[in-house]
DNA sequence: GTCTATACGGTGATAGAC
DNA sequence: GTCTATCACCGTATAGAC
């Protein structure tokens, strides 16, 4: 019997093994996409047979739902809670931003979250809801932040809206971005928002 | 020998079985994605047998561009050059909202090219172009919309720029209302566009 | 942990009868 | 046009040796 869970205790150093098998994954969702992303082809990139993906991760969903739990860490983890200042709040909004530019322009995808969301109905519920609590932690901490760009404690109504129209942008500028193949487009797009502080 | 092809001539009538399997290949690749849509499961939904699939459209990548072809003789078929009036510019560009909202709403998915382009990688080399086109003409019927709004004959690179924030939102707001499963949120996000003309 | 070997179903595609 | 039959894969997943 395995007491292995996929799930790793926070901050403890992951197997290196199953850590590469995950690097690969999620390059592999970027580029083609969760169905065609397979554990013979991690196997081959991680220079192991496909069963010893299986050791590591029972099955495809499991994979995916560790994907996605590490992707939220990384998230919360690099959008700290901001400071309440203005300027520190345009600050960290420019960081949030850099992050899906990253992805869009060093990696060319889309963002995982989009990728997942276009094979929707491939995946298991845990990691249907984890793809959801995604999307609401990023909105309300875009409201947050929004609301401390004009001094205020907790997010309006308006600023849930605006929350939600940075999300769509950066989204949206992705897509726009990749398709066109025209990096610029992606800043051409989301450039209202980096100068928000002096609008709001 | 056979001299038939993919593309039929415009206007003629289509083969019906042909047409529905046109019809249920778009389905599922909405809800599923590109590579997840088999023909065998187009031939079960048809009625007919796969190989019978294969008659029509010899190879994956022949029915993925038939329906990038028709997808697009569809849009512009619907968005039809628009009047140079001011109101009747904003007109054409509300129609072209709903055009999404109609897919993100009552389809619950997001735009079909957003969905392939999350499998860029697994298109063949004419469905990426179409696809290119696709997204250019939409941007460029999106920037000559903007021009008519302000009275101007040609687009400006503001309103080229006008036209790409408007189709990220748009994607953007489909997106974000798939993950949150709350329809109101397209509308929410989009409603800046519906009035624009009253502030350019 | 990683391997070999294997089971078993799904997939695109083709040949040939009707 | 549609069928049956078949092919050569590729996919997830498991059992058991090392």
Redesign the interface.
């Known amino acids: 019997m395995d007491m292995r869970s996929t799930l790793d205790a926070p901050d403890k150093p992951m197997n290196p093994t199953k850590l590469a098998i995950m690097d690969a994954a999620e390059q592999s969702i970027l580029?083609?996409?969760?169905?065609?992303m397979s554990f013979r082809d991690l196997a081959a990139q991680v220079g192991i047979k496909s069963a010893s993906v299986h050791y590591h991760f029972p099955t495809k969903a499991d994979l995916l739902q560790a994907l996605l739990v590490r992707h939220q860490s990384t998230l919360e983890a690099a959008m700290k809670p901001p400071k309440k200042k203005r300027q520190a709040a345009q600050k960290a909004l420019n960081q949030f931003i850099e992050c899906y530019r990253d992805i869009t322009i060093s990696r060319g995808s889309?963002a995982l979250?989009?990728?997942l969301?276009?094979?929707?109905?491939?995946l298991d519920a845990q990691s249907k809801e984890q793809?959801?609590d995604l999307?609401?932690w990023q909105?309300d901490w875009l409201a947050t932040i929004v609301s401390y760009l004009h001094k205020a404690e907790v997010p309006t109504d308006s600023d849930r809206?605006y929350a939600?129209?940075i999300?769509?942008?950066?989204?949206?500028?992705s897509?726009?971005a990749?398709?066109?193949?025209d990096a610029d487009?992606f800043d051409?797009?989301t450039q209202?928002w980096r100068t928000l502080v002096d609008r709001i």
């Open positions: 580029k083609h996409g969760y169905k065609a889309m979250s989009a990728v969301l276009a094979e929707h109905s491939l793809l959801n999307y609401q909105c809206q939600s129209q999300m769509a942008s950066l989204h949206g500028a897509i726009l990749k398709a066109t193949q487009i051409q797009v209202p």
